[in-house]
């Protein structure tokens, strides 16, 4: 049986422009079974962590930050950045199999779905020369269950993730009816 390799892609839809899509590693183009171009970018061992644990489903948060990239490209994102906001952009991370001739073995599986929360663009400068970084926060719809003290949802909180978890359903009034409940009397049936 042959070794089969695994590729980290991501796809990237930004408003108004083309999807940006980057596969995790150096080399050339990789062209995935659909004809769409991946280019090459190098995440840091934190995010591939992030990656790992979203795939997982222990992150509700991904944060990803990509390295090795050239400076014209991370200028370019900040320049859009910056006359249109990416924040709450599509972002889809996916793994893709390949076969022993390293070309795409299937469809792309689906891992992780989100918004683009923020992004941060970061020059550094090295023997080398400069190294450009950019930097997403990526949520997805669990970020609404938690709440920045560690108490439960508030009720403005909870219609928020109802409304988002369930559009079609009525407005949520579970946290306007649990306080009412404290005034009634539990009976039990008496047999």
Same mark, same amino acid.
């Given at each position: 049986?042959?070794?089969?390799?695994?590729?980290?892609?991501?796809?990237?839809?930004?408003?108004?422009?083309?999807? !940006?899509?980057?596969?995790?590693?150096?080399?050339?183009?990789?062209?995935?079974?659909?004809?769409?171009?991946?280019?090459?970018?190098?995440?840091?061992?934190?995010?591939?962590?992030? !990656?790992?644990?979203?795939?997982?489903?222990?992150?509700?948060?991904?944060?990803?930050?990509?390295?090795? !990239?050239?400076?014209?490209?991370?200028?370019?994102?900040?320049?859009?950045?910056?006359?249109?906001?990416?924040?709450?952009?599509?972002?889809?991370?996916?793994?893709?199999?390949?076969?022993?001739?390293?070309?795409?073995?299937?469809?792309?599986?689906?891992?992780?779905?989100?918004?683009?929360?923020?992004?941060?663009?970061?020059?550094?400068?090295?023997?080398?020369?400069?190294?450009?970084?950019?930097?997403?926060?990526?949520?997805?719809?669990?970020?609404?269950?938690?709440?920045?003290n560690g108490a439960v949802l508030s009720d403005v909180d909870q219609r928020a993730r109802s409304s988002l978890l369930?559009?079609?359903?009525?407005?949520?009034?579970?946290?306007?009816?649990?306080?009412l409940m404290r005034d009634q009397t539990i009976k039990w049936p008496n047999w």
């Open positions: 049986m042959a070794i089969k390799s695994l590729r980290i892609l991501c796809d990237v839809m930004l408003p108004g422009e083309d999807p !940006i899509r980057v596969w995790d590693g150096s080399g050339g183009t990789f062209v995935d079974g659909d004809g769409n171009f991946y280019r090459p970018a190098q995440f840091t061992e934190d995010a591939l962590q992030s !990656i790992e644990a979203a795939i997982n489903g222990e992150a509700f948060t991904l944060a990803l930050s990509l390295i090795s !990239i050239s400076q014209s490209v991370a200028d370019s994102i900040w320049d859009y950045d910056e006359t249109t906001s990416v924040q709450g952009s599509p972002f889809v991370v996916k793994l893709q199999i390949l076969d022993e001739f390293e070309q795409p073995d299937g469809e792309p599986i689906v891992v992780f779905t989100g918004e683009i929360d923020n992004l941060d663009v970061a020059d550094e400068s090295t023997e080398d020369g400069i190294k450009s970084i950019v930097n997403l926060e990526v949520t997805n719809r669990f970020t609404l269950r938690t709440v920045t369930n559009p079609s359903a009525a407005d949520d009034e579970f946290c306007k009816r649990v306080p």
